[in-house]
């Protein structure tokens, strides 16, 4: 498996997953920009949006992606010395509190414009403020589990940490010697 560096200090990485053309990271923002694959994304999964966000409009739903994944994309790829990617990501399980060894987690806006943002990037948590993105997702239900889409998240989320725990990587040091061996 590769990984991308998304930032100079080495505080965010993405999988690079084999055959795609970019890593995850960027692979999501181009998705979250892209009319024609979110009109497709919005007409096939109308019934949860009208359903859980009581939205009808695909252009609406369009529009408002396009504006939330802006805004998401300036907050994760903030570089300067004092971002704090802990405030941004927290962990998948609503009911986690404490801290797990390459933690499961997501990060989302907190504030949308008329509804809470249903934006997700889901990563890695390889130490307090480093994070690994394994992908992300258009969540329009309560659980991951209940559509195709967010399911196929969960399974890279596990299958980038079962690698990491198969390297013997579980910190930051272990994943630059990892990183280094490569190159």
């Not at 690079?16 to 919005?42: I, S």
Request: with cysteine.
């Amino acid at each position: 498996m590769k990984f991308s560096n998304i930032t100079e200090d080495e505080r965010l990485w993405a999988a690079w997953y084999e055959g795609e053309p970019d890593n995850a990271l960027f692979t999501l923002f181009e998705q979250w920009n892209d009319v024609t694959w979110l009109r497709a994304f919005f007409k096939a999964n109308i019934d949860d949006l009208a359903s859980y966000f009581k939205i009808t409009d695909v252009n609406e739903a369009i529009y408002d992606t396009i504006e939330d994944s802006d805004r998401l994309q300036c907050l994760i790829m903030d570089i300067s010395p004092d971002a704090d990617l802990d405030k941004l990501f927290r962990p998948l399980e609503n009911n986690r509190f404490a801290d797990m060894l390459l933690g499961k987690e997501k990060a989302r806006l907190k504030e949308s414009g008329n509804h809470a943002s249903w934006l997700r990037i889901y990563a890695i948590k390889l130490e307090p403020g480093i994070y690994v993105v394994t992908g992300g997702a258009i969540k329009l239900t309560r659980t991951m589990q209940e559509r195709e889409h967010t399911l196929r998240e969960l399974a890279k989320m596990e299958q980038v940490r079962q690698f990491l725990l198969e390297q013997n990587i579980v910190d930051k040091n272990a994943f630059t010697d990892y990183m280094k061996e490569l190159s």
